[in-house]
């Protein structure tokens, strides 16, 4: 496969109906928000939608040894029986793990390794007296980072959110009490952004891509799942059809370098609250756009 020849920028414009599109665990799961009440979608929760879609594809394919396996799971979604990070690069990289080989063999095996990078952090074991590994005390084992190519920005909303809190009974008790009343824990409370529309910005670097293979075939798998990002995410969160691509915009520079800046590329982008978009031209950098599914 041809390793990545042209620098790619790309947008991705959603819209979010009364869901919550990425809850904050340390502040009761409601979507987060900054201080002046911009929805926001963390750059980790898109990757994982990435990586879940590209899973799919691979899926789909046959589950083919082809360099397209994906190496960071959701544990709902995962397919095989690795319980950790640790054990799927033991079970696929085997005595391998950890050694000089570590870097060229990870990016062929995994398509998320070569576009997002990965670090593989071992620990390193102590010799006992009988000459055994202790993973004890004062154990600073090794670290392998792999840079990636592909870089995914944060979502924000183009306009506050309004949020709604909702007061919700669960269906059991989860515990018991002593005087066989219901429990506290069968109440909740669910949390949705009412309307909003989000776009998030991204970033293919052929000079990066190159250390790690990411190639003009791994582009376009990215290009293609980016479109249906929603589908097969549904949850309590996130009914379906509350969740939907509006469009993505696929800028392909003419060089490796880039014809602009990535600063100077995403501003020609203008969103509406609507979902409306309007686009600035840049001479001789056309910009690609796909409705989403």
């Not at 899926?59 to 640790?86: H, M, P, T």
């Amino acid at each position: 496969m041809t390793i990545l020849q042209n620098k790619i920028d790309f947008a991705v414009v959603l819209r979010v109906k009364r869901a919550n599109p990425n809850g904050d665990p340390l502040n009761g799961n409601r979507p987060r928000t900054d201080y002046d009440n911009y929805g926001e979608i963390t750059d980790v929760c898109n990757k994982r939608k990435i990586r879940d879609r590209l899973l799919e594809r691979w899926i789909a394919a046959g589950k083919k040894s082809d360099g397209n396996e994906i190496f960071v799971q959701s544990d709902d979604r995962k397919e095989d029986e690795c319980k950790s990070l640790r054990a799927r690069a033991e079970a696929g990289l085997g005595n391998k793990l950890g050694s000089p080989q570590t870097v060229e063999l990870a990016c062929k095996k995994w398509l998320d390794v070569r576009a997002f990078g990965q670090l593989f952090a071992l620990k390193g074991g102590k010799k006992t007296k009988k000459g055994e590994e202790n993973e004890g005390d004062g154990d600073t084992g090794i670290s392998i980072g792999i840079r990636g190519p592909v870089t995914v920005q944060s979502g924000f909303s183009v306009a506050p959110v309004d949020i709604a809190s909702t007061q919700i009974t669960k269906s059991a008790s989860g515990e018991d009490t002593k005087d066989g009343k219901r429990s506290s824990d069968t109440m909740g409370t669910k949390h949705r952004v009412e309307n909003g529309v989000y776009v998030f910005f991204g970033s293919m670097n052929p000079q990066l891509a190159k250390k790690t293979g990411f190639s003009d075939v791994d582009a376009e798998a990215i290009k293609q799942v980016l479109p249906r990002l929603f589908e097969n995410d549904e949850s309590s969160a996130r009914p379906a059809g509350s969740m939907e691509i509006l469009e993505v915009i696929w800028w392909k520079h003419n060089c490796k370098a880039g014809q602009y800046s990535s600063a100077k590329v995403h501003r020609t982008l203008t969103v509406k609250p609507d979902g409306g978009i309007e686009l600035a031209s840049l001479n001789e950098l056309t910009p690609e756009r796909i409705d989403g599914f």
